[in-house]
């Protein structure tokens, strides 16, 4: 496996966007705090940042408005998918100072990139739709750390991009983390390469129990999850028949199994995961998990939330546990490789989610007072694998 990048440094590349059809608006880099913004570590070339933080700039001092951010932002795909391959580079892209006042605007704003909408096959989180492809990031009680990890960890069919709109944002806390998966396998390969070792040659066991009911605040239900097909009147053998079909959209065959619960309270679906990805176009490899965050979100949250933590469980592939050693050095490198966004209104986060790491940190105050919303995309191509394995391989959910 390959262990460097090997195009020049982005952070240079970076040095000013400008779209093809509409000169007069560009978007040019700003620094931003520490406690913000840091340089990354190998494998990444030196000097590159996480967020690259952009806003736009107008050369005749006019107001900014929307058509022309969407204009630029397709312009700038066009010109061999720019921003694409910035988001590659830095893992993560920050826009501030744009004209989006609510969930329509940011929707016009995140279909500009020209991704294909992602589908979420089993969702645990409760997201209802605001706009086309816009939902609620997650509405768990303010009190709940979610730790860093990649969207969709626990299921085969996860997105390649995200994009967080900030619409409210507190005063204290409710930052988002951003950190790289790809430094965090480096880390990790250098300073625990026994458990790189054990992760790829067994890879992941990914146990999620779905019920009728929703199991905890923000969390979604069975019929949320794989019922989109269900019709009123539908006896329960149609019911479950047309659950078991979405479960089998997931393409996984041997390695997607499910057992349903005593009185139809729900299913239990497992899946055999690869937690090693490599990133398209480079080969390098990436941590694509939520381990850490299962390890942390545990240690932090209080007795309260213990039923959203028994939701998901992840052993190594043959069945056996993940020493906790293992996944609290996990957490402990990515301690020391993130940083928190502080947010203002409208900003826009723009995750790779094959390289980068979000989260979501308590804040004080009401519930209401942090308001952000999320648009998941697909890309071109799913990540690599990590190996020759049959469960090794990630590919793309079935239509359905």
Excluded: C
């Excluded at 790491?357 to 009401?366: A, M, S, V, Y």
């Amino acid at each position: 496996m390959t262990t460097s990048i090997q195009h020049s440094n982005p952070a240079v590349a970076a040095a000013k966007l400008d779209g093809i059809a509409s000169p007069s608006l560009i978007f040019e880099p700003f620094d931003l705090p520490s406690t913000n913004q840091r340089r990354l570590g190998a494998p990444h070339p030196a000097g590159t940042v996480i967020p690259l933080a952009l806003r736009p700039s107008s050369h005749d001092e006019k107001e900014i408005d929307l058509e022309a951010v969407v204009t630029t932002v397709q312009n700038l795909q066009s010109q061999d998918k720019l921003l694409t391959r910035q988001l590659a580079a830095h893992g993560t892209l920050l826009f501030r100072g744009l004209p989006i006042r609510n969930a329509e605007d940011f929707s016009r704003f995140a279909h500009a990139f020209g991704f294909r909408p992602h589908e979420i096959i089993g969702i645990v989180v409760d997201r209802p739709l605001l706009a086309p492809n816009v939902a609620p990031a997650n509405e768990a009680p303010k009190e709940v750390l979610i730790y860093n990890h990649n969207e969709s960890p626990q299921v085969p069919h996860a997105p390649e991009y995200i994009f967080f709109y900030s619409h409210k944002a507190p005063s204290s806390g409710g930052e988002t983390p951003i950190s790289s998966s790809l430094e965090l396998f480096h880390r990790a390969q250098q300073e625990i390469p026994e458990f790189i070792t054990e992760l790829a040659e067994k890879g992941i066991l990914s146990r999620v129990t779905y019920k009728v009911d929703q199991q905890y605040t923000g969390g979604s239900t069975l019929k949320q999850a794989f019922g989109k097909d269900i019709v009123d009147g539908d006896d329960t053998a149609t019911q479950r028949a047309k659950i078991e079909a979405q479960i089998s959209r997931y393409g996984r065959g041997a390695y997607t199994t499910w057992e349903w619960l005593d009185d139809d309270e729900g299913v239990v679906v497992t899946h055999r995961l690869p937690a090693i990805r490599t990133q398209p176009g480079t080969n390098l490899p990436t941590l694509f998990t939520g381990l850490a965050a299962y390890y942390k979100n545990a240690q932090v949250n209080n007795l309260t939330n213990v039923a959203r933590g028994k939701i998901t469980q992840q052993l190594y592939g043959d069945g056996t546990p993940i020493p906790e050693e293992y996944l609290k050095r996990l957490a402990d490198i990515t301690d020391e490789i993130r940083v928190l966004h502080r947010w203002e209104r409208g900003d826009v986060l723009v995750y790779d989610n094959i390289i980068a790491q979000h989260g979501r940190q308590p804040w004080q105050g009401e519930q209401s007072d942090r308001v952000v919303l999320a648009s998941l995309f697909d890309g071109d191509t799913v990540p690599g694998a990590y190996g020759a394995a049959d469960w090794a391989q990630v590919i793309q959910a079935l239509d359905g």
